[in-house]
């Protein structure tokens, strides 16, 4: 039974629920009758200070970029810091892009979209972020096609997913992609939260 390393990045004004979406589904999903949990989540940031998170919630990153760790999947989340703040710094925007030559899949939720757009990624593909944002991302990034109406977009390597909550379907869709619908389902249920495929 395979351990997929996941890491997900964490930054000042991060939208809460764009991490801890994921965070919740992928962290409690384990393999048909046993305990053994086929993720291993970790919190990633630029340094280990406390991330003040969107209306104050504070978080301590598990890792700094300084750590070098190596992961199997990144999630990228967005809000306000993604797309007015992080997406001006280079040092993250540049470690993304390095990651990219590194995990197996990059995945964005939300506005997260504008950092992969940032570091070149999303150049050729087909991309969808937050409804509230998915004109200027369309604006700003030519090269993407952009899909309004969906809840992730899947390009194989990258997958991005529409903003907010959306960033749960994503993560179920990836455990789907991953390990099948049986672990999916049992995960949801235990969630109490409704999917479809």
């Known amino acids: 039974m395979r351990l997929w390393k996941i890491g997900i990045l ?9 991490f801890a979406g994921p965070f919740e589904v992928l962290s409690i999903a ?11 989540v970790k919190t990633v940031a630029q340094t280990k200070e406390t991330v003040r998170a969107r209306n104050g919630l504070q978080v301590v990153p598990d890792y700094s970029f300084a750590d070098n760790t190596n992961f199997d999947i990144l999630i990228i989340p967005g809000g306000y810091g993604a797309e007015e703040i992080e997406i ?5 925007v540049s470690w993304i892009k390095d990651q990219m030559n590194k995990v197996t899949i990059m995945t ?24 509230m944002d998915i004109d200027r991302l369309e604006r700003e ?16 390597s990258i997958i991005t997913s529409g ?15 991953l390990l099948g619908e049986e672990i999916a389902r049992t995960t949801a249920k235990r969630m109490e939260y409704d999917i479809s495929f």
């Open 108 to 131: 964005s939720v939300c506005t997260g979209a504008f950092l992969l757009a940032k570091a070149g990624l999303l150049d050729g593909k087909s991309a969808t972020t937050h409804w």
């Open 163 to 177: 903003g907010i909550s959306a960033g749960i379907n994503m993560s179920f869709f990836l455990i789907v992609k």
């Open 141 to 156: 990034f030519e090269k993407i096609v952009v899909k309004r109406g969906v809840k992730y977009v899947d390009e194989g």
């Open 30 to 40: 384990t393999y048909p009758e046993s305990n053994v949990k086929p993720f291993d």
């Open 10 to 18: 964490l930054f000042n004004e991060v939208e809460v629920l764009d």
């Open 88 to 92: 001006y710094n280079d040092a993250v």
